[in-house]
């Protein structure tokens, strides 16, 4: 499912594995972090369905040398799936929480389609350490490759849902 886009927050992560920034310099990249997804699943309609869940996993920068790996990421969701045209929108906030204990955590939303992907923005708003009053936003991308649904006495559960999630031309400001 692809309710969890942007959410992804990876973007942060990635901060982590770069060098310290200098007051006022921005820094751009990629970033992108493998993903499980935990959460809920309840029918809010005849063709409507809500889903608050989780992702966690580790996340990676983009370098030129390949992708390194900077720390994990977290994030919790909201999405709205209409099940007849597919059409999905979620949003959320993350934690990124790099090697060095440094945290940095933003708010995201996106809108897509069902197993397809959905593609929004993410916001840092805030941080800890070296991402103490940093800034940034970049391009989210959320594209799940598997998912499956499992049936429990109260309702629904998306178990181990997994994916990508992807941080493009993430602008990130220090302090």
Do not use: H
Not at 31 to 48: H, I, K, P, W
Not at 54 to 80: H, W, Y
């Amino acid at each position: 499912m692809t309710i969890f886009s942007r959410a992804l927050a990876g973007a942060l992560v990635l901060l982590a594995a770069a060098p310290a920034m200098a007051q006022d310099e921005t820094q751009t990249f990629n970033a992108f972090a493998v993903v499980l997804a935990n959460g809920s699943v309840v029918r809010a309609g005849d063709e409507q369905l809500v889903v608050a869940g989780n992702l966690a996993g580790p996340m990676f920068i983009e370098t030129d040398e390949g992708p390194q790996q900077a720390g994990r990421v977290g994030c919790a969701l909201s999405s709205k799936i209409d099940q007849a045209s597919r059409k999905t929108s979620a949003a959320g906030a993350c934690t990124f929480t790099a090697y060095d204990g440094a945290t940095a955590w933003g708010e995201w939303e996106c809108a897509g389609y069902e197993l397809v992907g959905c593609r929004g923005t993410f916001k840092l708003t805030g941080g800890t350490g070296r991402f103490e009053g940093a800034s940034g936003e970049s391009t989210l991308i959320w594209r799940p490759t598997a998912y499956e649904l499992k049936k429990q006495l109260d309702g629904m559960a998306l178990d181990n849902a997994s994916g990508i999630v992807l941080w493009r031309e993430f602008k990130l400001k220090g302090k």
